[in-house]
Nanobody, 126 residues
């Protein structure tokens, strides 16, 4: 089992920056990758960014590439999402997710992840 707890959400104005954190606990030694997804009201959960736990390879959705940066601190078992130049369309609940070792991982598919956090709200006003 892995437990994920997100933090750092809030209300900001367009153009501002925000950093989300996701602290993992439990069987973290078996984690292969972690991802951030977001879900706006009335929309499906969508991939935002992902990072492999060991090598640190990153991937991003086109809508956030160049504005968001995913990183991890293995010693703290924490993954971050640094968000810059925020836009109103970035408003959503942001979830972190963990993929454990074994099996096929498709970074953009929510079903590829084994554990999820409870989510943190990010609201960007215009």
């Amino acid at each position: 089992q892995v437990q994920l707890v997100e933090s750092g959400g809030g209300l900001v104005q367009a153009g501002a920056s925000l950093r989300l954190s996701c602290a993992a606990s439990g069987r973290t030694y078996s984690m292969y990758a972690m991802g951030w997804f977001r879900q706006a009201p009335g929309k499906e959960r969508e991939f935002t960014a992902a990072i492999t736990w060991s090598a640190g390879y990153t991937s991003y959705a086109g809508s956030v590439k160049g504005r968001f940066t995913i990183s991890r601190d293995n010693a703290k078992n924490t993954v971050y999402l640094q968000m810059s130049s925020l836009k109103p369309e970035d408003t959503a609940v942001y979830y972190c997710a963990a993929k454990m070792s074994g099996g096929v991982w498709v970074n953009v598919q929510p079903t590829s992840y084994d554990y999820w956090g409870q989510g943190t709200q990010v609201t960007v006003s215009s």
